[in-house]
């Protein structure tokens, strides 16, 4: 398996971990080549291993055995120090460039340095397949590996790779191809998953077609669970763990940063100076590292009579998180104890707070610049209905309603109904999901799949997404499967985006149907026939003819 993240905080990492957690209890062997540094926690690695510069040689950090018939080997490949990523974001240890800033002579020696290390890998410990993950570069070093062996790989696509940089990158389209072309089989996690590819790799698609099978990621249904009982058991079991964590993770985002942070946002006066003063705050804490004061903010939520509402997700522009921090003064209005809650990493979390910030201090014209400044970050080649949602302030304006929505924004105290919590790890969100009333992933650029809304389907917990690409197989499957008007809402994007998740949240609290335990059974029995685990790792298994 060749994945060159990590193992938390993104979809594609969590996919990797997954999988060969489930592969190693049907008692497979695996070998993992990522950049995962602290793989002790993960019950499924029996070795951790890292590369000496040049990755002819590598130490052994540990050694032990696991629960599982199998086991998993996992190695860290040097690469002298750059991490090569779709979408930029500080990795403590490492000098981070998006590919379509590298060189051509830095592209190429990435993929000379992990060949270096399967080669390495595979004299000591020979296996009989590779498994890829995302259309660069991986497929690229499994190729050139498997070439000189006669061994088969696999693809499975993520998304971001292709739209983040491939899209934008023509120099890094032959790697893709190079890959896709001699694949023994490609895996898409959805049927949009595999028409994005297909159609923009239209040159090849006769080749490769035959070659898909959708299959989409899991969720671990023995983690993410209904919560029965009082919310608040949940939530302080959260907070035991976070105090634990915090201890060994110090360096995340304190409370005194984010007051600092607001205090100098008032002294500027240009969207250039809060971008500046953006960049320096995200800067100053690992991203990587739980918020400080996280535990005071869950505090500040009354988890037996407040409506929440969740995202889990990077803070990036394209997520949408801005639609719904501009709904929040319509929706205060009509759900006064309504709180959001914020979870994820990312270089947009500052432009976030602003936003909040401005709303709640009266900065019309700051808050337009911010809001408004997303849909000016398009590529030549993205959908033109993407800008659409960004017309917000120009529609209400029309309706004659700006100036009640910016005294609604002040009235009702916006900042003290939107939490950013950072990040947190799998095993803290499956404590704090099942506490959320909703879900919601108003993302506003193609998604290849929705992970997190399938958790939350587990959790019973309704998940409000956007009704395009990969997420629209989410919003179908739950009108198919919940036979109940406004149950299985849906986020449309277009010029009334914001007043359409406004409808579609208070219908759904206001339904009372969200905290009924039929149900919630009801959602959870749509993961439980579709997306466990052991299912998809016996789908990918059978591909392989090992099933």
């Known amino acids: 398996m060749i994945h060159g993240y990590l ?20 008692g497979f062997e695996v070998v993992l080549l990522c950049q995962e540094r ?33 086991k998993c080997s996992l190695y860290n490949p040097d690469l002298n120090g750059l991490l ?39 004299a000591e410990q020979p296996f009989d397949l590779v498994q890829t993950n995302h259309v660069i570069m991986s497929p690229a070093i499994a190729r050139r590996f498997c070439l000189v062996h006669g061994l088969p790989y696999y693809i499975s696509l993520h998304g971001s790779a292709l739209n983040f940089s491939v899209k934008n990158d023509r120099r890094l389209e032959p790697y893709a191809v190079e890959g896709l072309k001699h ?37 671990d249904i023995e983690l ?17 763990q976070l105090t634990d964590r915090i201890r060994l993770l110090p360096r995340g985002k304190t409370g005194a940063q984010k007051q600092e942070f607001l205090a100098a946002l008032d002294q ?44 889990v997700g990077k803070y990036l522009w394209t997520k949408g998180i801005q639609m719904v921090i501009g709904a929040l003064p319509l929706l205060l209005q009509r759900i006064p104890n309504l709180q959001l809650l914020l979870v994820g990493f990312g270089s947009y979390r500052e432009e976030l707070e602003a936003m909040v910030h401005a709303l709640d201090s009266g900065r019309r014209e700051l808050f337009r610049c911010l809001f ?27 309706r004659r309603e700006l100036k009640s929505y910016f005294a609604a924004a002040r009235n009702h105290n916006i900042a003290g109904h939107v939490h950013f919590l950072g990040v947190l790890s799998h095993k803290e969100l499956s404590l704090l999901l099942p506490c959320a009333d909703v879900f919601v992933a108003p993302s506003i650029y193609p998604e290849a799949f929705g992970m997190v809304s399938i958790e939350a389907l587990a959790c019973g917990v309704l998940p409000i997404v956007s009704n395009q690409t990969g997420l629209k197989e989410i919003v179908d499957l739950t009108a198919r499967t919940v036979d109940a008007v406004n149950k299985a809402p849906r986020i449309d994007i277009n010029e009334e985006m914001i007043f359409n998740i406004l409808t579609n949240i208070t219908r759904s609290i206001e339904s009372g149907d969200l905290r009924n335990p039929d ?23 059978a591909c392989y003819g090992g099933g």
């Open 7 to 26: 193992l938390s905080g993104t979809g594609s990492n969590i996919f990797v971990s997954n999988l060969v957690r489930r592969f190693c209890a049907r």
């Open 38 to 70: 602290n793989p002790a926690n993960l019950d499924y690695v029996a070795a951790h291993a890292v590369f000496a510069p040049g990755n002819a040689s590598c130490t052994t950090l540990f050694s032990r055995d696991t629960p599982y018939p199998g």
């Open 84 to 122: 090569p990523v779709y979408v930029y974001d500080d990795y403590p240890g490492f000098t981070v460039k998006p590919f379509t800033e590298l060189t051509d002579d830095e592209i190429e020696e990435h993929i000379r340095q992990n060949v270096t290390a399967l080669e390495s890998v595979y």
């Open 183 to 219: 694949a023994a089989g490609i895996f898409a996690v959805s049927r949009h998953n595999r028409l994005e590819a297909v159609t923009f790799f239209n040159d090849l698609a006769a080749e490769i077609k035959d070659k898909f099978a959708v299959i989409p990621a899991g969720v």
């Open 224 to 240: 993410f669970r209904i919560h029965e009982g009082p919310k608040l058991e949940s939530i302080t079991a959260l907070k035991t």
């Open 268 to 311: 500027t006066s240009s969207g250039t100076e809060v971008a500046d003063l953006a960049a320096r705050y995200n800067s100053r804490y690992v991203q990587s590292h739980p918020d400080r004061d996280i535990n005071s903010v869950l505090d500040r939520i009354d988890w037996a009579e407040d409506w929440v509402l969740l995202f």
């Open 372 to 398: 408004e400044k997303s849909g000016s970050r398009m590529e030549p080649g993205d959908d033109p209905a993407v800008k659409k949602p960004f017309k917000f302030l120009d529609a209400l304006n029309e």
């Open 519 to 541: 149900f919630k059974q009801q959602l959870r029995r749509l993961t439980l026939d579709n997306f466990s685990w052991d299912s998809i790792a016996s789908r990918y298994l």
